[in-house]
């Protein structure tokens, strides 16, 4: 693995914990980052010991407390939609083919709600906040907030959260249906890597059809959503783990799956 500067990657089975590392500005984003959680993702998402990441941030105040603004001063209107048009972590995240686990402590602000918002499943502590705050800049989230906040917590609440540029806490986030699961503190790393192995534990091939198969569903109709989720049903058929499964089942057995 690639050594980094602004993130650290470690391995733990096959979980791999990708945790941008800056806590002396709050995790904020800056193109380093975005470059290198880039790289460290292509790196993992060709490494077939890797089967689940959890992406979080250093220290305990904060996961991500949005970009770093310092880089806004001198951006023309051109570099900026140049620089979100090119490999974000926002889309990267988003388009990763194995499942992605974000564990939130502390702020989960702006960009770094919207990698939060990226990941597919999120956990958080109690200390945990979150909020759109462009507003409050005279700007709009540009890293997915407006279109994937909507699709995950509905019009409503999406309007309400990015237009007053508010905090919100983990209830009120798990509420909305912001957040899968609010923990202690103390307990919050160990119940993420609980679930991350759990998931793990399932067929590869199958999780990516199922990634593929739920984002569809929010970005299509009903008739094309249940089209493809036929035909990746279907392909299931032609895996290794698929008669592994059935086979361990019918013997009473726990599966073992190897990803073919």
């Known amino acids: ?53 959890v992406l979080t941030g250093a220290g305990e105040k904060s996961f991500v407390a949005g970009a770093d603004i310092r ?14 048009h090119e490999s974000t972590l926002f889309n990267s995240v988003d388009a990763f083919p194995k ?9 989960c602000l702006g960009g770094g709600n919207e990698v939060a918002l990226a990941c597919d499943i999120r ?20 890293g997915g907030g407006t279109q994937r906040l909507t699709r ?18 983990a209830e009120t986030a798990l509420k909305f249906g912001l957040i899968n699961h609010i923990y202690p503190a103390a307990e919050l790393e ?9 998931i793990a534990e399932k067929a590869p091939i199958a999780l990516q059809l199922v990634k593929e198969a739920v984002k569809f569903a929010s970005r299509s109709n009903l008739d094309e959503g249940l089209r493809r989720e036929v035909d990746l049903f279907a392909i299931c058929f ?20 190897k990803g073919k």
């Open 238 to 257: 032609s895996t290794e783990d698929k008669k592994e499964g059935v086979s361990a089942f019918l013997e009473k057995r726990k599966p073992v799956f």
């Open 190 to 198: 160990a119940k993420t890597m609980e679930l991350a192995n759990k």
């Open 152 to 169: 995950l917590v509905g019009e409503g609440r999406a309007m309400e959260i990015i237009m007053t540029g508010d905090m919100i806490d």
């Open 99 to 107: 499942p992605v686990i974000a564990m939130v402590n502390g702020f």
């Open 1 to 53: 693995m690639t050594t980094f500067e602004t993130i650290t990657v470690k391995h733990r089975g096959a979980v791999a914990v990708l945790t941008i590392n800056r806590p002396d500005k709050l995790n904020a984003l800056n193109t380093q980052v975005h470059m290198e959680a880039v790289a460290a993702l292509d790196e993992l998402k060709h490494d077939d010991t890797v089967r689940v990441v």
């Open 123 to 142: 956990i958080c502590s109690e200390t945990a906040r979150f909020s759109q705050p462009e507003i409050n800049l005279g700007l709009i989230p540009g």
């Open 71 to 84: 880089e806004f001063e001198e951006r023309t209107p051109v570099t900026q939609r140049n620089n979100f």
